[in-house]
């Protein structure tokens, strides 16, 4: 299916957040600045439950999932927004836009799939500590990961797959500042059926899937800890679960009102979609450092063990015998 032998309009153009200059400016710092700190707190996490042994358990593995799925996100719209910002012509191609659209899909799909799986480990966490370990084994984390991942592909694969027939002509302005799915099927003279029913199938079967397994996963964590007999014990069981439980809260809400609203590049569709394109891969390895002891602690090893090494290799000792 060759995109080019359907499409009468060859590029679209990204209408983006603003049209001023001095706010595009302001915008381009803003927005430069969010990436730089995403790449950093991400990439952090990454190195550091990498490096730590204290930190290669089953959450955390799940964890450096979650960071490595925050870069991609983020990466996949955020360079192109950097870029019109700083162009008169903000436009993207047609395969460039399907493509854009794909890989939103993919990493949005694999995190709500990664976030339900995580909520499962609470659960077994939290309600069969005793059995932790052998129900969370290495070969069943590495199964839900890689199923997440799975799962994510096929259903990017599935919702694109129909858009490669599309014909687009007449408008060619995408009242947004990336490719996501429902813009494009204003554009498109073709019949948009199919691919807003698989859309829609595949976004209600996500949502319900998900939500269910979340659901029943925190209500039997609330069970377990409205048993517990020590205030200290419920608080620091639910604080285990606090962090997990705030990340999902801001990417559901945000992405399911985006969702729900009619495409039309409204400020409050724009603000819902910055919020799990751009801030939520921000914040979310500033919600699993600074409120989780064992991470902020393993940050303190590794940094004290790379820059012991520096130093010891630029000591005197050292130095003499170069």
Not at 44 to 60: C, E, G, P, W
Not at 143 to 151: A, T
Not at 176 to 198: G, K, R, W, Y
Request: net charge neutral; hydrophobic share 45%; glycine share 4%.
């Amino acid at each position: 299916m060759a995109l080019e032998n359907h499409s009468t309009i060859n590029e679209f153009i990204l209408l983006g957040l603003s049209a001023a200059p001095h706010i595009q400016a302001f915008f381009f710092g803003l927005f430069l600045e969010i990436y730089l700190l995403t790449m950093t707190g991400n990439l952090m996490m990454l190195v550091v439950i990498r490096a730590d042994s204290h930190l290669h358990t089953s959450v955390y593995f799940f964890l450096s999932h979650l960071a490595f799925l925050d870069l991609c996100f983020s990466s996949v719209t955020v360079p192109k927004l950097l870029e019109n910002l700083l162009s008169q012509k903000k436009t993207i191609s047609v395969k460039g836009c399907l493509v854009q659209a794909f890989f939103l899909i993919e990493s949005g799909a694999t995190e709500v799939c990664l976030l339900a799986v995580m909520a499962y480990d609470r659960y077994v966490a939290v309600c069969h500590p005793l059995h932790y370990r052998q129900m969370m084994s290495n070969q069943l984390c590495k199964g839900l990961v890689w199923g997440s991942w799975g799962l994510g592909f096929l259903d990017a694969l599935l919702n694109i797959l129909p858009t490669m027939n599309f014909n687009f002509c007449g408008d060619d302005s995408i009242p947004h500042f990336s490719c996501e799915l429902p813009s494009l099927f204003s554009l498109s003279c073709s019949d948009v059926s199919t691919s807003f029913t698989v859309l829609l199938s595949s976004s209600l079967l996500y949502v319900l899937g998900t939500s269910f397994l979340i659901f029943y996963s925190y209500a039997q964590i609330v069970s377990t800890i409205v048993s517990i007999s020590s205030s200290l014990g419920r608080s620091k069981t639910f604080s285990t679960c606090s962090s997990h439980l705030t990340t999902v809260l801001l990417l559901y809400g945000s992405a399911f009102l985006r969702y729900l609203m009619p495409t039309s590049g409204s400020p409050m569709e724009l603000i819902f979609s910055v919020q799990y394109n751009v801030i939520t891969p921000l914040v979310n390895p500033l919600i699993y450092s600074l409120r989780n002891k064992e991470v902020q602690a393993a940050l303190k090893r590794t940094l004290r063990k790379y820059l012991h090494y520096d130093l010891k290799k630029i000591s005197p000792q050292n130095m003499m015998c170069n």
